[in-house]
């Protein structure tokens, strides 16, 4: 979308610390409880994106849809963010173009951002935003304690891997 919103998770130094304080085979660039626990609220955000969707493109002044723009829905993994380590997971319309319900090439940015903001031609359905103002808490709920989890296990891990040696 042209406007990019970004949810910071804050509160959860204590889990911070004890990340920070794990070897880094455990903790690593491949993956770990965050990306693992960041990858969950994105694929939960994800599906509340496009239910939105779907009902948007119900309201909108066309019922014609391939179902095309929603399956160009997806959370992938982002670059660290900038200035320091970490990681970024995003929902976000793929770039990869579709034929429409009129046999045209249509790019699902575009129809994204029609829907989401508009045109004069056609009334604004958002989608988008209400999906982060309804779900935004509860993804922050589901990354939360699944990183709270994961990291558990990775320390319970690290633990019976040192009463084996």
């Known amino acids: 979308m042209s406007e990019m919103q970004s949810i910071e998770i804050h509160g959860l130094n204590g889990v911070l610390e004890t990340l920070?304080?794990?070897?880094?085979?455990?903790?690593?660039?491949?993956?770990?409880?965050v990306k693992l626990?960041?990858?969950?609220?994105?694929?939960?955000l994800r599906d509340r994106y496009k239910e939105n969707l779907r009902r948007a493109i119900a309201l909108g002044p066309?019922?014609?849809?391939?179902?095309?723009?929603?399956?160009?829905?997806?959370?992938?993994?982002?670059?660290?963010p900038s200035g320091g380590n970490g990681e970024r997971y995003l929902v976000r319309v793929k770039k990869r173009d579709?034929?429409?319900?009129?046999?045209?090439r249509t790019n699902p940015l575009m129809t994204a951002n029609l829907l989401e903001w508009?045109?004069?031609?056609?009334?604004?359905?958002?989608?988008?935003?209400?999906?982060?103002?309804?779900?935004?808490?509860?993804?922050i709920r589901i990354v939360s304690e699944d990183l709270?989890?994961?990291?558990?296990?990775?320390?319970?891990?690290?633990?019976?891997?040192?009463?084996?040696?």
């Not at 920070?20 to 409880?33: D, F, N, T, W």
């Not at 579709?98 to 045209?104: E, P």
């Open 37 to 44: 626990a960041l990858a969950k609220g994105a694929r939960f």
């Open 98 to 104: 579709y034929i429409n319900a009129d046999g045209v």
């Open 148 to 165: 709270v989890k994961r990291t558990d296990k990775a320390v319970q891990q690290m633990l019976d891997r040192g009463k084996n040696r």
């Open 20 to 33: 920070r304080s794990l070897p880094a085979e455990i903790v690593s660039k491949r993956g770990g409880p």
């Open 62 to 80: 066309s019922t014609r849809s391939t179902g095309e723009l929603e399956k160009h829905v997806i959370a992938s993994r982002g670059k660290a």
């Open 118 to 139: 508009g045109s004069s031609h056609q009334p604004s359905t958002p989608f988008v935003r209400p999906t982060v103002t309804q779900d935004g808490e509860q993804t």
